[in-house]
């Protein structure tokens, strides 16, 4: 399924409609699926700046919302996400990430895929894979023009140290 696709089954829904009516100062942050043993649906999330705010909408046979979550965030400030730019469908997204995934990080045996859409300066596709070894391997691939921006292995473990 398109991106714009996605995004538009949930705006049309009545359960975003009337969600909007409440939350007048959002903007469409990300799209989430992950993959394990199937695919989960998508979720599809927008920021409320007034309230700090994510509330995300999930795709099955009717769209559900989980309630707004305070946001977690670094220095960073959550971006719109714009879609116009946007050529790489997910399944593209995935098909690069696992090809780097092969090339660089090949010892490496997948249990959970995670793929995120979202926007800093670009739109760009955060490709996480977690892995049976306790590695995660990120890819983050510009979402319009398919180049890679950045990609990296970390041991789970390490993520424990830092705490």
Do not use: H
Not at 128 to 134: V, Y
Request: aromatic share 10%; net charge negative; proline share 3%.
């Amino acid at each position: 399924m398109k991106i714009k696709e996605i995004v538009a089954q949930v705006e049309q829904s009545e359960e975003f409609k009337d969600w909007r009516e409440q939350n007048k100062e959002i903007y469409l942050a990300n799209l989430f699926m992950m993959f394990e043993q199937e695919y989960t649906p998508w979720q599809v999330s927008y920021y409320n700046k007034k309230d700090d705010t994510m509330t995300s909408f999930t795709i099955e046979k009717s769209i559900t919302m989980n309630p707004g979550a305070e946001v977690m965030k670094s220095q960073q400030q959550i971006t719109p996400l714009e879609l116009d730019s946007i050529t790489t469908s997910p399944e593209e997204a995935l098909t690069i990430a696992e090809g780097v995934l092969k090339e660089k990080y090949s010892k490496n045996i997948i249990s959970k895929k995670i793929l995120v859409l979202q926007q800093s300066e670009v739109p760009f596709w955060n490709v996480t894979f977690i892995c049976s070894t306790f590695n995660v391997v990120n890819v983050r691939m510009d979402a319009s023009t398919k180049k890679i921006i950045k990609d990296s292995e970390t041991n789970i473990m390490k993520f424990k140290e830092d705490m």
